[in-house]
């Protein structure tokens, strides 16, 4: 069973940064691909980015391409998401999880993957 923690979000202004961060214990990291997805007000949840086992891949949803960096470091178990030039739009609960794979790819669908975390919500004003 493994369990993800979010950290980092809160309350900021358009344009600002903020990294969100999700700890992982009670699996070997190295074993899943990891994702980010999020849940804005009254929508379904969707997914932000994802990164395979090894970090040499790495997927994005369109609008956060060229703003968001999904990395991971495999010693401290943990990925992050480094936001930049924030939009209002992109208010939301935030959510990590784990994809078990043996490939070194990571998956887009909310379908696939294995274990969530709680949630951090990120609150852009305009």
């Known amino acids: 069973q493994v369990q993800l923690v979010e950290s980092g979000g809160g309350l900021v202004q358009a344009a600002d940064s903020l990294r969100l961060s999700c700890a992982a214990s009670?699996?070997?990291?190295?074993?899943?691909?990891m994702g980010w997805f999020r849940r804005a007000p009254g929508k379904e949840r969707e997914f932000v980015a994802s990164?395979?086992?090894?970090?040499?891949?790495?997927y994005y949803e369109d609008s956060v391409k060229g703003r968001f960096t999904i990395s991971r470091d495999n010693a401290k178990n943990t990925v992050y998401l480094q936001m930049i030039s924030l939009k209002f739009e992109d208010t939301a609960v935030y959510y990590c999880?784990?994809?078990?794979?043996?490939?070194?790819?990571?998956?887009?669908?909310?379908?696939?993957?294995?274990?969530w975390g709680q949630g951090t919500q990120v609150t852009v004003s305009s």
């Open positions: 990164i395979s086992r090894s970090g040499g891949t790495t």
């Open positions: 999880a784990a994809q078990f794979t043996i490939s070194d790819s990571a998956g887009v669908g909310n379908h696939q993957y294995d274990y």
């Open positions: 009670g699996g070997t990291f190295r074993q899943y691909a």
